[in-house]
């Protein structure tokens, strides 16, 4: 018996043991990949099915599309004319998670909208749910997808992929929720193309482009006399890994080429961009690539002339709060007196629910006294959607609705499904297909706040599917307290939109929010 113990049979035995262990992991990971494969539910021949095609963790964005929808079809049919179109959402938070979430619309029995959360995960990505999708008869009418402008131009590439290699099949429409990129690079990096121009004619964009959202925003300050900056260089601080916060910038520079002297001479009003090599990093304080950039820039304002601006305007544009908020609390420890005199500017990466409903943890005002302009894609303080101001229901009022959450969201989930509600409930018939979605999207028109189709009004969307300007942006401004050099734990939000009624400029909406911020005051 002693050959057991000998070293190459040893060997040979931890090989076969370790092979064995190895088929015994590897079985079930290619089991489990087989069978979590997308597989699309069925459609009968009087439904079509709207895909919201999102990350199993959107859970809150997808209550937040249903609670959309909902007051979508109460719109509806509060319109009268004997209207009874009808939703079925007890399916569309399902106890057992594999199971797909959905809800239904019923219209005026010309048949039914299924709308499904078909979940992205790491074995069930975008490409592989529209093959699935594309391969299932019919494919549905529409995706609703682009919660980033990355995951948009891939979600876009993919559908142009699938068209080209089945030119008889009708592929759905896109309809992006969040992805304001203008431009996209190919493959070698060398083509800038309109994020539209890939699933062409088939992609219409509810949320507004950079462009637009940079051209909002410069209007609006160079319109109000406290904000408009005066002589000097503009400060400009990007992310270079970000590419959102990229091209913000080139947007940014283009809509300022409209308010700065052009004549000769001139070239100390010229931005003055600084870029950041990465945007990873903590809660409140500056990373490591943003700590010299963040000193650089105010030796730059402290510098010669620069030194007499007394209301010199940064624009930031990060695609989220966490890196904005690390930047400027860099300026306020660097020079604190100077830093306030910055007006800030950005895009939708700072939301209203950061500098509102979460404001004492992620935007506390004494750490960041700023005037700031931020961009909304709909109005966030609507109350017929169900926002109420704190102080309206710190008074007892019982219908609270969420009275800390912006309303963006809900209003921008209430068009699309509106706008998908009125496409598909015209005379003849739910839509056959996408391109016939298509045909009747490009007859969306915007009035009075609303989606109709046909009619004389603004048309909702423009030859490439961008939304067009006038059709429910909202910008919105923070002004701090400070009193002489004291900086007070209380801040005013306002939030304007484009004056109809003179065709130029912005109109406040509903009234001023004043605002404390209880962290501050009880010296936590």
């Not at 319109?223 to 992310?239: A, C, F, K, Q, T």
Request: hydrophobic share 40%.
């Amino acid at each position: 018996m002693r050959w057991i113990f000998r070293p190459s049979v040893l060997v040979l035995v931890s090989v076969a043991l370790a092979l064995g262990a190895a088929v015994l992991v590897l079985i079930p990971m290619w089991e489990d990949n087989r069978v979590i494969k997308p597989i699309p539910l069925g459609v009968s021949d009087d439904e079509r099915e709207i895909v919201w095609l999102y990350a199993a963790t959107s859970a809150t964005p997808w209550e937040r599309f249903v609670a959309g929808a909902g007051q979508a079809v109460k719109r509806l049919n509060g319109d009268g004319a004997g209207s009874t179109i009808e939703i079925d959402d007890s399916g569309a938070f399902p106890r057992e998670t594999a199971t797909t979430p959905q809800f239904t619309i019923k219209l005026n029995g010309r048949g039914r909208l299924l709308f499904r959360w078909y979940k992205l995960t790491s074995n069930s990505t975008t490409s592989q749910w529209v093959d699935a999708l594309m391969h299932r008869r019919p494919p549905p009418l529409a995706i609703i997808g682009g919660s980033s402008s990355d995951l948009a131009i891939d979600l876009a590439k993919t559908l142009r992929e699938q068209t080209d290699k089945y030119p008889e099949i009708a592929p759905p429409i896109i309809l992006l929720t969040a992805a304001t990129a203008d431009r996209t690079l190919s493959n070698d990096g060398l083509e800038a193309k309109f994020i539209n121009d890939i699933h062409t004619g088939r992609t219409f964009r509810f949320c507004f482009t950079n462009r637009q959202m940079a051209e909002a925003i410069t209007d609006f300050i160079w319109g109000r006399d406290e904000l408009r900056p005066d002589p000097g260089p503009i400060y400009v601080s990007m992310w270079k890994d970000d590419a959102y916060s990229l091209d913000l910038t080139d947007r940014f520079f283009e809509a300022l080429k409209n308010h700065l002297p052009s004549e000769p001479g001139a070239l100390e009003n010229l931005p003055i961009p600084e870029y950041v090599d990465y945007s990873v990093g903590g809660f409140d304080q500056p990373n490591r690539w943003e700590e010299p950039v963040v000193r650089q820039l105010m030796d730059t304002k402290l510098s010669g002339q620069n030194a007499n601006q007394k209301r010199p305007l940064l624009v930031l544009p990060g695609a989220s709060s966490q890196p904005m908020r690390r930047f400027l609390r860099g300026l306020m420890r660097t020079a604190p007196d100077e830093a306030r005199k910055f007006v800030v500017a950005t895009g939708d990466g700072l939301s209203f629910n950061t500098v509102y409903r979460d404001r004492d943890v992620l935007w506390p005002i004494q750490d960041l006294p700023f005037n700031l302009v931020l961009f909304c894609h709909r109005n966030p303080v609507e109350p017929g959607a169900g926002f109420r101001a704190e102080e309206e229901v710190n008074s007892g009022n019982p219908n609270r609705g969420s009275p800390a959450t912006g309303t963006e969201d809900l209003l921008l989930n209430r068009d699309i499904v509106e706008a998908l509600a009125f496409a598909a409930n015209e005379e003849g018939g739910l839509p056959a297909n996408g391109d016939a979605l298509a045909h009747r999207f490009q007859q969306a028109r915007w009035k009075e706040g609303r989606i109709e189709l046909g009619g004389n009004y603004p048309l909702l969307f423009d030859e490439k599917g961008n939304r067009s300007s006038g059709t429910g942006e909202h910008v919105v401004w923070i002004r701090p307290s400070i009193t002489a050099s004291r900086v007070e734990p209380r801040a005013r939000i306002e939030v304007f939109t484009p004056n109809r009624i003179e065709g130029k400029g912005w109109q406040l909406v509903g009234n001023p929010l004043e605002v404390g911020y209880e962290l501050s005051k009880s010296g936590k």
